[in-house]
């Protein structure tokens, strides 16, 4: 495809991107589906594109004034990471002496704003949690893309053996830094149709969403319920776990989340799993089971942002008011599988949120009113057991914090209890 086409396919996606209506993997999914001729170098290109935009909206829009020309077109310009020269073909002598001027700006003279790329509610916020050295931190990692991390399946192999036959396919996969079962992958390279992909044998799964199941750490045996499954990431890392015996639920009120389940459910070689959708978190199979569960693992709903290198649309697409609703929610679901509990088990409250207010006030609210009925634990000491590495550096205060900047993770929290 010549490209001029290519490019202008580029400021159609950003321009649908932009709208904001609809998460940001799903609008590039949609639009490639009604693309045929595109090449995966091509695709690459749009995409990655499109994503730089997204990270680096303040900036690009900024820059974009002093332009000529439709801005989708110029954000693009700004944010292309495909070959240069492919791009330089496209560009008249106005546009090319723009771009260069744009690209010859020295960032640490601009203003905090168009350096960090976040929206004022969230930017307050962060600040608020952190000093400005860490806070400068974030925001650099949260603005680079994430690696691929790999979760190998334990119950079908090894992690050796998977790191092997992936350096014979040509991929450089080192093991993650603390979960036992990852593999860190850089770049995208495709694996949808290499053996161990095929057999089950990994999953994509960063490795902060595997150090969750980790610290749930449920036995051979156990009844363990995952309250908010979604897509079965953290349900199949359990399952494996539990070496595919006793019983494990894999419940959401998402019938279309537990849909996705399905082909990797099979390809994993777990028959212990029970998926099933609720109808909100009081749902009869709630009832039915509370008091006899012996790991609750409820990674809630959340804003998701700590996921921003991987989904940077979330940061313009979510607001206060939106995490207040999610507050409520998140308090509401924790409760609730907080009565599944038989004595002496384990409850997981977790997010892939950055924001104390769906994490430790979260957290801190649950435990003021259940201190009768549960014991906190600590999870440094809690991953140690569960063979995690430098395990002591995931604890912050007695609960899981992971951070991009620090661990190489998505942003992630946890705390536990064990019902007394």
Same mark, same amino acid.
């Given at each position: ?90 560009? /008249? ?43 400068? +931190? ?9 690696p691929l991390d790999l979760r190998v399946n334990v119950l079908k192999t090894k992690r050796e053996a998977v790191q092997r036959e ?6 450089? +996969? ?57 897509a079965g990431g953290k349900t199949l890392a359990l399952g494996a776990a539990m070496r595919n015996t006793g019983r494990l639920y ?31 978190? @009081? ?72 924001? @104390? +207010? ?33 395990? +002591?550096?995931? /604890? ?25």
């Amino acid at each position: 495809m010549r490209a001029q086409a290519v490019l202008e396919l580029a400021v159609e996606l950003l321009r649908r991107l932009l709208r904001f209506d609809a998460p940001a993997d799903g609008v590039v999914s949609a639009f490639f589906r009604t693309q045929r001729g595109l090449g995966p170098r091509e695709r690459h290109a749009l995409a990655e594109t499109a994503y730089a935009v997204l990270r680096r909206r303040l900036l690009y829009q900024h820059l974009a004034q002093s332009g000529r020309g439709p801005l989708e077109r110029r954000l693009v310009l700004l944010g292309w990471q495909g070959e240069d020269s492919f791009l330089q073909g496209t560009l /008249d002598a106005d546009e090319a002496a723009w771009l260069a001027r744009c690209r010859a700006i020295d960032p640490a003279t601009l203003p905090d704003k168009l350096r960090h790329n976040l929206p004022d509610w969230l930017a307050g916020a962060l600040r608020a949690e952190m000093d400005a050295e860490a806070f400068a +931190a974030l925001c650099q990692a949260l603005l680079q893309p994430a690696p691929l991390d790999l979760r190998v399946n334990v119950l079908k192999t090894k992690r050796e053996a998977v790191q092997r036959e992936l350096a014979e396919a040509g991929i450089d +996969a080192q093991p993650t830094p603390y979960s036992p079962w990852g593999l860190r992958v850089q770049g995208k390279p495709a694996l949808q149709k290499l053996g161990v992909f095929t057999r089950g044998e990994v999953e994509v799964q960063d490795e902060g969403s595997q150090l969750l199941a980790l610290l749930t750490d449920p036995k051979r045996g156990e009844m363990v319920v995952d309250f908010c499954a979604g897509a079965g990431g953290k349900t199949l890392a359990l399952g494996a776990a539990m070496r595919n015996t006793g019983r494990l639920y894999a419940w959401d009120t998402s019938g279309h989340r537990l849909d996705a389940m399905k082909p990797r459910l099979a390809r994993s070689g777990l028959s212990n799993v029970h998926p099933a959708q609720l109808a909100h978190e @009081r749902d009869e199979r709630v009832k039915r089971l509370a008091g006899k569960i012996d790991r609750v693992l409820v990674d809630a709903p959340c804003s998701g942002l700590g996921t921003l290198r991987r989904n940077p649309d979330l940061k313009w697409r979510q607001s206060p008011q939106a995490i207040q609703e999610l507050q409520a929610k998140q308090a509401a679901i924790l409760d609730s599988a907080a009565r599944l509990l038989k004595p002496g088990g384990r409850l997981v409250y977790a997010t892939c949120s950055p924001l @104390r +207010a769906e994490n430790e006030d979260v957290a801190d609210a649950f435990q003021a009113a259940q201190a009768a009925a549960f014991e906190p634990l600590a999870a440094g000491e809690l991953l140690a057991q569960a063979h995690v590495a430098q395990a +002591a550096d995931l /604890d912050a205060q007695g609960r899981l914090r992971l951070w991009p900047q620090r661990h190489g993770t998505d942003g992630f929290f946890a705390a536990v209890w064990r019902r007394r």
